[in-house]
C-alpha cells in the first residue's frame, strides 16, 4: 500500500476512533453527569432554604422571590411545610402537586424510587423517582431542614435520555461527513508530503545503480525534515562517489605499486648488471697491470710508474663511480637532507664556471655566458644546485664538438629562473633523449669510456630536481645540445 492511501486510511481510522470514544461517553458519562449536576442543584437549594430557617428569613417576601427565581432558573420544584402540613413556602402551583406527590411517596401509592444519596446527618435523602402514570422521572429530595419544617424538592429529568440519543445521532452523522470530506483533504494534502519521499525513494534507488547525478531539489521556500533528509541524501551521494572514487584511485594505484615493483626488480637487476660490467673493465685493467707488476714483465721504471698509474686511475673512477651510487641511492629513496634556502644562482654559476676555467682552456672551449648584471635570488638547496650546474657544465664539455664553445644562460620567467648549459656537437638523437635520465645509460660508450663517464651524472640531476618538484630537461638544437633547469624565485 502506498503511503499516500496508508496516511489517508489511518486518518479516517483514528477520527472513527474519537467518534466511538466520543458515542461511548456520551451515551454511558453524559446521563451520569447530569444527574450529578442536578443533584448537587438541589443539595444546593437545600443548603440555601436551612441557612434562611436558621437566620429567621425563611418566610421573608424576599426569599420567597429568590426562590422562584431559583426554581425559574434550574427548572426545580420546592415545598416547605411544617409538623401541621401548612405549606410555608412553596414555587407557584407546583407547590399542590408536591403535596399530594409527598403524599404518595409516604404513602407509596405511585411510581418507584432508587436512592441516590443520603446526608450523614440523615437531614436528607435525594432519590431517583419515576412517575408510572406520568411516565416521568425527577430527582427528589426529601428531608427536614434545622428549624424542624419539612422540604421536598424535585427535578425533571426526563429530557435527558432524549438528549443523549439526539447527540449519539449528531456526533454519528457529523463523524461521517467529518470523516468523508477529511479523508478526501488528507488524500490531496498529503501529496505536498508524499512527493518528495517518492523524489528521495527514487534518488536512493538510483543511488543503488551508483548514479550520482541524480540531485534533490528543493521546491519550497521553507524547508521541511524532508528536504533536510533530500539534502543528506545530496551529501551522502557526493561522499559516496568521492568514496569510490577513491577507492578506485587507490586500486589504481595498488596496481602501479604492483607495476612499480616490477619494475624495481627489472631495475635491479638491470643496475646489478650495469655495475658489474661498468667495474668488469677497471678491475680487469687492475688485475691485469697488477700481475704485470708482480711478475716485473718491464723492469724499467718508466713502465713500472706507467702500470701504477694505471691501477691508480682505474681505482680513483671506482671509487667515484661508487661515490656516486652511494648519493643516487640517498637521493632516490629520500634519505639525503635538503636545506631550502634564498642564494644568488648567478653567483653560484660564476664559481662553478670558474673552477672549470683550466678544463675548458685545456679543451680550448670557449665559455659565454649570458646572466643579468644583478644577483639571481632562487629557492633551493645550494649544494645540491651546484652539483647540478657541475654536472651539465662537465657533460658539455666532455661531449664538445663543432664550434667547441659552451654556451651558459639564465632567463627571468615571472616567479621562475631558468639556468641552461648549451654546448655545440652533435645532437642526440630523438629516441634517446627519453633515456638520458636512466642509470649508467651512456649515448656514446666509447666516447664516455675516455673521461670516464659511467651514466649517473644525469640520473642525480633528475634525483635532485625530483626532490624539488621543479621541472629540467634536455633540447636539441641544430648545433648542438642544451641542458636547462627551473627554480623557485619569487621574492619574500
Known amino acids: 500500500m502506498k503511503i499516500r492511501a496508508k496516511v489517508t486510511l489511518t486518518f479516517v481510522l483514528l477520527l472513527a476512533c474519537v467518534m466511538l470514544a466520543m458515542l461511548v461517553v456520551v451515551g454511558v458519562f453524559l446521563p451520569r453527569a447530569y444527574t450529578f449536576s442536578k443533584t448537587e442543584t438541589i443539595k444546593d437549594?437545600?443548603?440555601?432554604?436551612?441557612?434562611?430557617?436558621?437566620?429567621?428569613?425563611?418566610?421573608?417576601?424576599?426569599?420567597?422571590?429568590?426562590?422562584?427565581?431559583?426554581?425559574?432558573?434550574?427548572?426545580?420544584?420546592?415545598?416547605?411545610?411544617?409538623?401541621?402540613?401548612t405549606v410555608i413556602l412553596s414555587t407557584g402551583a407546583e407547590g399542590e402537586l408536591l403535596v399530594q406527590l409527598f403524599q404518595e411517596v409516604l404513602f407509596g401509592k405511585s411510581g418507584s424510587s432508587e436512592l441516590i444519596e443520603e446526608a450523614e446527618d440523615g437531614s436528607y435523602v435525594i432519590n431517583r423517582y419515576t412517575d408510572s402514570r406520568m411516565n416521568s422521572d425527577y430527582i427528589v429530595l426529601f428531608g427536614s431542614i434545622s428549624s424542624g419544617e419539612m422540604v421536598m424538592m424535585r427535578i425533571a429529568i426526563q429530557s435527558?435520555?432524549?438528549?443523549?440519543?439526539?447527540?449519539?445521532?449528531?456526533?454519528?452523522?457529523?463523524?461521517?461527513?467529518?470523516?468523508?470530506?477529511?479523508?478526501?483533504?488528507?488524500?490531496?494534502?498529503?501529496?505536498?508530503?508524499?512527493?518528495?519521499?517518492?523524489?528521495?525513494?527514487?534518488?536512493?534507488?538510483?543511488?543503488?545503480?551508483?548514479?550520482?547525478?541524480?540531485?534533490?531539489?528543493?521546491?519550497?521556500k521553507s524547508k521541511n525534515e524532508i528536504d533536510e533528509l533530500g539534502e543528506n541524501m545530496n551529501e551522502l551521494s557526493d561522499v559516496l562517489q568521492l568514496?569510490?572514487?577513491?577507492?578506485?584511485?587507490?586500486?589504481?594505484?595498488?596496481?602501479?605499486?604492483?607495476d612499480r615493483k616490477e619494475q624495481i626488480d627489472q631495475m635491479r637487476t638491470d643496475f646489478l648488471s650495469n655495475v658489474s660490467h661498468e667495474?668488469?673493465?677497471?678491475?680487469?685493467?687492475?688485475?691485469?697491470?697488477?700481475?704485470?707488476?708482480?711478475?716485473?714483465?718491464?723492469?724499467?721504471?718508466?713502465?713500472?710508474?706507467?702500470?701504477?698509474?694505471?691501477?691508480?686511475?682505474?681505482?680513483?673512477?671506482?671509487?667515484?663511480?661508487?661515490?656516486?651510487l652511494l648519493e643516487l641511492n640517498q637521493l632516490e629513496f629520500g634519505k639525503d637532507e635538503f636545506t631550502m634556502e634564498r642564494f644568488d644562482l648567478a653567483e653560484l654559476i660564476n664559481g662553478v664556471t670558474n673552477s672549470m676555467s683550466i678544463?675548458?682552456?685545456?679543451?680550448?672551449?670557449?665559455?659565454?655566458?649570458?646572466?643579468?648584471?644583478?644577483?639571481?635570488?632562487?629557492?633551493a638547496d645550494e649544494f645540491k644546485i651546484e652539483e647540478v650546474v657541475t654536472n651539465y657544465m662537465s657533460n658539455a664539455i666532455h661531449h664538445?664538438?663543432?664550434?667547441?664553445?659552451?654556451?651558459?644562460?639564465?632567463?627571468?620567467?615571472?616567479?621562475?629562473?631558468?639556468?641552461?648549459?648549451?654546448?655545440?656537437?652533435?645532437?642526440?638523437?630523438?629516441?634517446?633523449?627519453?633515456?638520458?635520465?636512466?642509470?649508467?645509460?651512456?649515448?656514446?660508450?666509447?666516447?664516455?669510456?675516455?673521461?670516464g663517464?659511467?651514466?649517473?651524472?644525469?640520473?642525480?640531476?633528475?634525483?635532485?630536481?625530483?626532490?624539488?618538484?621543479?621541472?629540467?630537461?634536455?633540447?636539441n638544437y641544430k648545433e648542438g645540445v642544451e641542458f636547462w633547469f627551473e627554480l623557485d624565485g619569487k621574492e619574500l
Not at 675548458?360 to 659565454?368: A, G, S, V, Y
Not at 651514466?455 to 621543479?470: E, F, N, T, Y
Request: hydrophobic share 40%.
Open 243 to 258: 568514496t569510490i572514487s577513491e577507492l578506485k584511485t587507490a586500486n589504481n594505484e595498488m596496481k602501479l605499486d604492483l
Open 45 to 85: 437549594a437545600y443548603e440555601t432554604v436551612n441557612a434562611a430557617a436558621e437566620d429567621g428569613t425563611l418566610e421573608d417576601e424576599d426569599f420567597a422571590l429568590e426562590i422562584e427565581g431559583m426554581g425559574d432558573k434550574t427548572g426545580m420544584s420546592m415545598l416547605v411545610m411544617d409538623s401541621d402540613g
Open 400 to 451: 664538445i664538438g663543432g664550434e667547441r664553445k659552451i654556451v651558459v644562460k639564465i632567463i627571468k620567467k615571472g616567479e621562475s629562473v631558468r639556468a641552461s648549459v648549451f654546448n655545440t656537437g652533435t645532437p642526440i638523437a630523438e629516441e634517446e633523449l627519453s633515456k638520458l635520465w636512466e642509470k649508467f645509460y651512456k649515448v656514446d660508450k666509447s666516447h664516455s669510456r675516455q673521461y
Open 160 to 220: 435527558i435520555n432524549e438528549s443523549v440519543g439526539i447527540s449519539v445521532r449528531f456526533i454519528l452523522i457529523t463523524g461521517i461527513i467529518a470523516s468523508i470530506l477529511g479523508a478526501i483533504v488528507i488524500f490531496f494534502v498529503t501529496k505536498s508530503i508524499t512527493t518528495p519521499v517518492i523524489r528521495i525513494s527514487e534518488l536512493s534507488e538510483r543511488m543503488t545503480k551508483l548514479d550520482f547525478d541524480a540531485r534533490y531539489e528543493v521546491k519550497t
Open 279 to 324: 667495474l668488469k673493465t677497471p678491475l680487469a685493467l687492475i688485475q691485469g697491470y697488477a700481475e704485470g707488476l708482480k711478475d716485473c714483465i718491464n723492469d724499467d721504471e718508466e713502465s713500472r710508474e706507467f702500470y701504477c698509474d694505471v691501477i691508480i686511475d682505474e681505482a680513483d673512477k671506482m671509487n667515484k663511480m661508487v661515490k656516486r
Open 359 to 379: 678544463m675548458l682552456e685545456q679543451d680550448n672551449i670557449t665559455l659565454e655566458k649570458i646572466m643579468p648584471d644583478e644577483p639571481v635570488f632562487v629557492w
Open 453 to 475: 663517464g659511467n651514466g649517473i651524472g644525469l640520473s642525480i640531476v633528475k634525483a635532485i630536481m625530483d626532490a624539488h618538484h621543479r621541472p629540467f630537461g634536455v633540447n
